[in-house]
């Protein structure tokens, strides 16, 4: 018969879970395969990989060695596997021995473990597992609040939309909140914390007014949805600062994303450094100044809209 090896781990079980160390330690478990020309297949969890070789459809007889990838070897799960390919020579990597007698560890014919006791520990699979090149680090800031635009609300349709578009992305999401917190150790606790968090990222995707405007201050493109019908703030604030990769919530689907996610991870990231090195001039007047003019009496004429609005009231 032909030699041919099955590659499992604890991703190939039903109820099992596929973490970033387990699968790059099959790349480079299958890395070495191929650079000696050992045929292979790799089993895995249908809620991972729905599309892929599962264990209910393997067909032990077809393959002459089983080898079992990263993880620790023990329970049940790990134990089957000797039943179900009893004929094959077993084969565990990259593993962790918890009990060496138990009869997960004792069914297999040869152990390469990464640790034990009493085993040298041996530098895990994953160290040294093909790049596969770095991908957009996008940040996610969305809201389902803001109930005073009433029937105009369009956040729930837009962030099923948005969320379910951007899980078809191969990018590396973090969803992120404005929200200050010192009491909850996920949230940031300070605007400088934030800040830092932002100026790391490629992208972000937001449908807040300040997710908008904390990206460019950080330099970042955003890639912008206004949540709400006919428009509003995030609109409004999109105008002000000059950016033009806004969607409105009406006319929101994946073409128009798709093409604003193209132009801000190009054109965009020299747009949002431009942004932001305007507002570190401080040259465009905003309500601050407004402020400061009506209360030191030295309003121009012209000048600063939201102060001409705040003054329109009775006077004393």
């Known amino acids: 018969m032909r030699r041919r090896v099955v590659l499992t781990g604890w991703f190939s079980f039903a109820d099992g879970e596929a973490t970033a160390g387990d699968v790059l330690a099959l790349r480079r478990v299958e890395e070495v395969l191929d650079a000696a020309g050992i045929d292979h297949d790799t089993v895995w969890s249908p809620g991972f990989r729905p599309d892929a070789l599962h264990l209910d459809a393997v067909r032990p007889y077809r393959y002459t060695e089983l080898v079992f990838v990263c993880g620790p070897l023990h329970g049940p799960q790990v134990a089957d596997l000797h039943r179900r390919f009893a004929h094959c020579l077993r084969t565990a990597v990259g593993t962790s021995v918890i009990d060496p007698e138990s009869a997960a560890v004792t069914g297999f014919h040869r152990l390469l473990p990464r640790d034990g006791p009493a085993l040298d520990s041996v530098r895990d699979l994953s160290a040294r597992a093909p790049d596969a090149g770095a991908r957009p680090v996008v940040g996610v800031i969305l809201t389902h609040g ?171």
């Open 146 to 316: 803001q109930q005073e635009y009433a029937q105009r609300r369009r956040h729930d349709a837009v962030a099923a939309l948005t969320t379910r578009w951007l899980l078809g992305k191969d990018c590396a999401r973090l969803e992120l909140d404005t929200r200050l917190d010192i009491h909850d150790w996920r949230l940031c606790a300070t605007p400088a914390q934030l800040d830092s968090v932002l100026a790391r990222l490629d992208l972000v995707v937001t449908d807040r007014l300040h997710g908008l405007v904390l990206a460019l201050r950080a330099g970042v493109p955003a890639l912008v949805i206004d949540p709400v019908e006919g428009g509003a703030k995030v609109s409004a604030q999109a105008r002000a600062c000059g950016w033009p990769a806004l969607v409105a919530a009406e006319k929101l689907d994946v073409p128009r994303l798709e093409r604003w996610w193209d132009w801000c991870l190009t054109s965009g990231r020299v747009s949002a450094r431009q942004i932001r090195a305007e507002f570190l001039e401080g040259t465009a007047r905003d309500g601050a100044d407004a402020l400061v003019a009506m209360m030191t009496g030295h309003s121009e004429p012209g000048a600063g809209r939201p102060g001409r609005l705040l003054g329109s009231g009775p006077q004393s």
